[in-house]
């Protein structure tokens, strides 16, 4: 039961966001950067139908496609938050609350893929134009990516039609903007350190110095030298990347010769990560 109130919640607030994206910073301007919501921005100043209510009839539609087309596990995913959806939009006025333009694109894209964000991080949807690439992957065997993008650039090239050309050029930049901040925050924010030691004399005591100064576990790799045939002890740890200069700075004090290779980790589990540090 709680799990099922946290992800309500969770799907509330990310519904929540998504709609203040829209009706306070890229409606206002004119910006139809894609989906349902963009489909509405264009209706509502092509013929005068409420945005809430084109997104309520579309994400209806969808909704029984999904059920029919894709199944009851897909229908289910999408069914809460493509309701809420028109909800938040029909509740938050459509207010404009920065006059600059390039300013509300940005805050409007940031705030809008924070709460995109969270749908995909509980596997919820907020259903609309996600679903017809779903149906043709599954049928077609289109790539979902591919067709999300079609939709997409379908729906931001009317904005030439219906505002101009500026605004079509807003929307490009609202959708890259999107995406990179999504991807930032499903890879970026997990971002870890995995740096591998090797040093002649003084693997033992920088072994040592990260299992008990930095408190963090070591795997002990026996490796050989490719040119001189020696076997060598290397040893690999995983940081959080604020302690990539500390470890550094220690593995220097023992051994200024020492070879360390460092590279970015986009996801890291276990004990340390996701659960507590090794005390």
């Known amino acids: 039961m709680k799990h099922l109130i946290k992800q309500f919640l969770l799907v509330a607030v990310s ?5 203040a994206s ?9 910006i139809a950067a894609g989906g349902v919501t963009g489909i509405g921005i264009l209706v509502e100043q092509a013929l005068g139908v409420p945005l809430a209510l084109t997104v309520l009839i579309l994400n209806v539609v969808m909704l029984i496609l999904a059920f029919v087309f894709l199944g009851r596990a897909v229908f289910v995913r999408s069914f809460l ?24 694109v940005i805050f409007g894209s940031m705030i809008f893929a924070i709460g995109v964000a969270i749908l995909y991080r509980i596997e919820a949807s907020s259903g609309g ?10 049928y077609f065997n289109l790539n979902t990516s591919l067709g999300l993008f079609l939709v997409d650039a379908i729906i931001v090239i009317f904005n030439i039609f219906v505002f101009g050309v500026e605004e079509f050029l807003f929307a490009i930049l609202s959708l890259i903007l999107v995406a990179i901040i999504m ?7 997990k971002k870890r350190k995995a740096v591998m030691i090797m040093s002649d004399d003084k693997i033992e005591e920088i072994k040592a110095g990260l299992l008990k100064e930095m408190g963090r576990g070591v795997t002990v790799f026996s490796v050989s030298g490719g040119f001189t045939g020696s ?6 740890v995983v940081l959080e990347t604020r302690e990539y200069q500390s470890v550094l700075k220690m593995i220097n004090s023992y051994d200024k010769q020492s070879f360390v290779i460092a590279y970015t980790v986009s996801e890291v589990h276990g004990l340390g990560f996701s659960y507590h540090t090794i005390e």
């Open 129 to 138: 134009t996600t679903i017809p690439p779903l149906i043709l992957k599954k």
């Open 183 to 189: 991807n930032y925050l499903e890879t970026g924010l």
């Open 81 to 104: 938050g493509s309701l809420l959806l028109p909800l938040s939009l029909a509740i938050i006025p459509e207010t404009m609350l920065a006059q600059d333009r390039l300013l509300s």
């Open 231 to 236: 076997e060598k002890t290397m040893l690999m």
């Open 15 to 19: 519904i929540a966001l998504i709609g």
């Open 22 to 30: 829209i009706n306070l910073f890229l409606a206002p301007h004119h």
